[in-house]
């Protein structure tokens, strides 16, 4: 089971191969492969720095711990009806996103986001939109 915080939801839909560090790359990839192949995989809701946190790089201030990442989180899981703590497969994620949200959410939601200017997430959410699920990480 994957433990992840209400932000990575959407950073999973957006990722594209690029981080903060080779290290946080590999984790993420790891991650995100792996629900991509397996979108029964189960997902635990936790309140704070999670699995993907555990690579951030150490670069002096500690970018998870950060309150607007902290209110992030809490409005992504808002938008999405969930909790912390709760446990869920990816696929039913997916379907909550389908369900509750629309690629221009992530102006609003991930204002201060610094990938946003990327336009990937908005590209992510269309993918979960159609059904095609996460993109391939090559």
């Known amino acids: 089971m994957f433990k992840l915080r209400g932000h990575h939801l959407f950073c999973l839909l957006g990722y594209r191969g690029m981080g903060y560090s080779q290290e946080y790359v590999e ?23 999670d699995q993907l946190c555990e ?5 002096g201030v500690y970018h998870c711990q950060d309150e607007n990442i902290y209110e992030r989180d809490a409005v992504i899981l808002e938008e999405l009806g969930l909790k912390i703590g709760q446990i869920l497969n990816w696929e039913d994620i997916e379907f909550l996103i389908r369900r509750h949200i629309v690629p221009t959410d992530i102006k609003r939601v991930c204002k201060s986001c610094s990938w946003r200017s990327y336009g990937v997430c908005e590209e992510g959410i269309q993918d979960v939109l159609d059904g095609k699920g996460l993109r391939e990480v090559k």
């Open 27 to 49: 984790n993420m990839t790891l991650l995100h492969q792996t629900l991509r192949e397996n979108p029964k995989s189960k997902i635990q809701l936790v309140k704070g720095p």
């Open 55 to 59: 690579r951030y790089p150490n670069s």
